[in-house]
T-cell receptor, first 116, second 111 residues
Framework: DTGVSQDPRHKITKRGQNVTFRCDPI?????LYWYRQTLGQGPEFLTY????????KSRLLSDRFSAERPKGSFSTLEIQRTEQGDSAMYLC??????????????FGSGTQLSVL | GENVEQHPSTLSVQEGDSAVIKCTYS??????FPWYKQELGKRPQLIID?????GEKKDQRIAVTLNKTAKHFSLHITETQPEDSAVYFC??????????FGSGTRLSIRP
């Protein structure tokens, strides 16, 4: 399967713990996005990368959230000191942007986070 | 920043009838407008997209229209079928910026 893969698929943690998620995009894709989705809502933008550069981060995002894409390939999203309100599906998506123009996003299956 | 509003939040239509979902956006620099379909328990998948240099695009039973002056765009599904039942999301972005999604429309097709 050469699609976007995310690991783990499910994560249950206790409030206050740190968690880290991984996303492997489609290999030739230069853009990588992280979104958060709760039941009945649309994907909420968190951050995105163009190659290894983090170009934008949601202003609504707490300092407890950090993301990296060190070599312009896979990415990690870390949430420190988790809170119950962090419980959600975390979706990763990648795309091949040409000349700066946005293109179709390919989504991974997501990581379902439950904070107890 | 960009804000995308979508309505209705739920829509029920008779099989064979048409369905229309509407979205408005706030950033006049937006130039890319995709639509995604998400079936229960699955990842969102692109069904159609349109760029700001065209006013309408069609792909079989699906069409999207764009009104840049009014900053709104719509998804039209004709001859609806049971497999069209899903949640549909509109989105908008400018060239070097994030893609922002609407809140979704749950479409149900009545047999």
């Amino acid at each position: 399967d050469t699609g976007v893969s995310q690991d783990p698929r499910h994560k249950i943690t206790k409030r206050g713990q740190n968690v880290t998620f991984r996303c492997d995009p489609i290999s030739e894709h230069n853009r990588l996005y992280w979104y958060r989705q709760t039941l009945g809502q649309g994907p909420e933008f968190l951050t995105y990368f163009q190659n290894e550069a983090q170009l934008e981060k949601s202003r609504l995002l707490s300092d407890r959230f950090s993301a990296e894409r060190p070599k312009g390939s896979f990415s990690t999203l870390e949430i420190q000191r988790t809170e119950q309100g962090d419980s959600a599906m975390y979706l990763c998506a990648s795309s091949l942007a040409h000349d700066g123009y946005n293109e179709k996003l390919f989504f991974g299956s997501g990581t379902q986070l439950s904070v107890l | 920043g960009e804000n995308v509003e979508q309505h209705p939040s739920t829509l029920s239509v008779q099989e064979g009838d048409s369905a229309v979902i509407k979205c408005t956006y706030s950033d006049s620099a937006s130039n890319y407008f995709p639509w995604y379909k998400q079936e229960l328990g699955k990842r969102p998948q692109l069904i159609i997209d349109i760029r700001s240099n065209v006013g309408e695009k069609k792909d079989q039973r699906i069409a999207v229209t764009l009104n840049k002056t009014a900053k709104h765009f719509s998804l039209h599904i004709t001859e609806t079928q049971p497999e069209d039942s899903a949640v549909y999301f509109c989105a908008a972005s400018s060239s070097a910026s994030k893609i922002i999604f609407g809140s979704g429309t749950r479409l149900s097709i009545r047999p």
